[in-house]
């Protein structure tokens, strides 16, 4: 798990800090430029590059080793990117290296005076808005926006879900899909609108953009649009970020929630969706969910959105359907309302607990058909 905490250095910690980034950059692009493969042949050549340049001595040596841990990520991730054909990497410029990493030593937490102590910098003030649970494991010191933040890693991963036996409160669980135009429509009938955080603010991205492009490569006019470049992506991001916990802290309450498992890497194929899918952050949500709840249970979506709720016929539909209506039962609500019924069921099935199917009453059918109404109201 990874707690992040803003950090406040005064002026001579931030130089200490800009420095420290600077020794992390040119070690990083020595790596790159001598086209060491793995990480024993970049250690190895760590100390005897340390041996020539002596002025590396001041900076935290298992924090330079965890440089090669970063060049060999960026392999990796190279290579998957690539399908396998092997483009080279690019050296890193002063601007595009924002982060470097203590592993295992070299910190300290004072979590009384919110103070984090890194080895050859010194101690730092951090705000720290939650208590850290488990054991530190790493700490990623990361430059954003001219903002520092520290990204603290421990062990606390998330604990398996427990098998249940006994009979549960069917109030007590809910079942959650998720969507682009509604975010979440859960089985209790409860709608959450999807705030669309990059549509709202796209006409400042793009006007910071052409600032960024219009301006000298390297000048000082290029580095102010280009850090409120920066600025401007990293309020879409605390947006984005705000809704996220505010909506997981209320499904929170349940003792189970239900979800159904996407598999957002095929769905962002789709190029007409593929920005409001990852605009959605649906596994940042699903995440939140799995540390904040007693209970969360993925379950899968086939036929969770064709499949009658109350019958358990299938209606097949298309995308432009936004009603699901039954010609067995006369069900008709909300095809998002009756996709997360399905979830519900098949997520008590999943845990195998004494469950009875709940039955869609004629005030829900009526309010499903107005929320209908209302929302194609609302778009036309």
Not at 128 to 134: D, E, L, N, Q, T
Not at 308 to 314: A, I, Q, T, V, W
Request: hydrophobic share 35%; net charge positive.
């Amino acid at each position: 798990m990874t707690y992040k905490f803003r950090l406040y250095p005064t002026i001579a910690q931030e130089e200490k800090l800009l420095s420290t980034l600077e020794a992390c950059r040119y070690v990083y692009n020595y790596f790159i430029h001598n086209d060491y493969k793995t990480r024993n042949d970049m250690n190895y050549a760590l100390t005897e590059l340390k041996e020539q340049k002596s002025w590396l001595n001041n900076y935290h040596s298992k924090m330079l080793q965890m440089v090669s841990t970063q060049v060999a990520g960026a392999r990796k991730a190279l290579e998957l990117k690539k399908k396998g054909h092997d483009a080279g990497i690019l050296c890193r410029k002063r601007d595009e290296y924002n982060t470097f990493i203590y592993n295992q030593s070299g910190f300290d937490i004072d979590a009384p005076d919110s103070i984090l102590y890194l080895g050859k910098i010194g101690r730092i003030k951090m705000r720290m808005h939650r208590s850290i649970v488990g054991t530190i494991k790493q700490i990623a010191v990361k430059r954003r926006a001219g903002k520092w933040y520290a990204c603290i890693t421990t062990d606390n991963n998330y604990r398996p879900v427990p098998s249940i036996t006994k009979p549960i409160d069917i109030k007590k669980c809910v079942g959650i899909d998720v969507g682009i135009k509604n975010y979440t429509y859960d089985s209790d009938g409860n709608v959450t609108p999807n705030p669309e955080n990059i549509k709202k603010m796209l006409k400042p991205l793009i006007r910071a953009q052409r600032k960024v492009s219009r301006r000298v490569k390297g000048s000082n006019n290029y580095k102010k649009a280009r850090r409120w470049f920066q600025i401007v992506h990293e309020r879409i991001a605390n947006r984005r970020k705000d809704f996220l916990h505010k909506l997981s802290t209320h499904y929170a309450k349940y003792d189970v929630i239900f979800l159904e498992r996407l598999r957002v890497n095929n769905m962002v194929k789709n190029h007409s969706l593929a920005m409001s899918i990852m605009d959605a952050s649906w596994s940042a949500f699903k995440q939140m969910l799995q540390y904040k709840s007693k209970v969360m249970v993925e379950v899968e979506p086939v036929n969770t959105t064709i499949e009658c709720s109350r019958c358990g016929k299938k209606v097949p539909k298309s995308l432009a359907v936004r009603m699901h209506r039954c010609d067995v039962c006369g069900l008709a609500i909300d095809r998002d309302y009756n996709a997360s019924l399905n979830i519900l069921k098949k997520g008590l099935q999943l845990l195998e607990l004494p469950m009875e199917y709940r039955e869609v009453t004629p005030v829900e059918i009526l309010m499903g058909s107005r929320k209908q109404e209302a929302n194609a109201l609302r778009c036309w």
